[in-house]
Nanobody, 120 residues
Framework: VQLVESGGGMVQAGGSLTLSCVVS????????VAWYRQPPEKEREPVAA????????YYADSVKGRFTVSRDNVKSTAFLQMSNLKPEDTAAYYC??????????????WGRGTQVTVSS
């Protein structure tokens, strides 16, 4: 299974970026997908998530109203649209796919991340 993020880059404060996460090697539509980020010298934190069907979403308070998570199960791709970016959004962004199997067992995979840098 591979998760490949893309779309990161450098942008000025107030700008926008859209991250993509292409998933291969498994049935993408069976997995919930989450986006995490890890700012420099800080711990990884959840940013947004979307259920396998797309019916349910979650956003961290710090990004509500600015970020939108979506998915295209036909293209096996998840997206994170980021607008009104702030310097504190600077981080490596990671895609995470998770599927419940049984009991307390989950199947999950991580991408390698894409860097987002927001200048003031």
């Amino acid at each position: 299974v591979q998760l490949v993020e893309s779309g990161g880059g450098m942008v000025q404060a107030g700008g926008s970026l859209t991250l993509s996460c292409v998933v291969s090697g498994t049935t993408f539509s069976s997995y919930d997908v989450a986006w995490y980020r890890q700012p420099p010298e800080k711990e990884r934190e959840p940013v947004a998530a979307i259920s396998w069907s797309g019916d349910d979403t979650y956003y961290a308070d710090s990004v509500k109203g600015r970020f939108t998570v979506s998915r295209d199960n036909v293209k096996s791709t998840a997206f994170l649209q980021m607008s009104n970016l702030k310097p504190e959004d600077t981080a490596a962004y990671y895609c995470h796919a998770r599927r419940y199997l049984f009991g307390s067992v989950w199947s999950d995979f991580w991408g390698r991340g894409t860097q987002v840098t927001v200048s003031s």
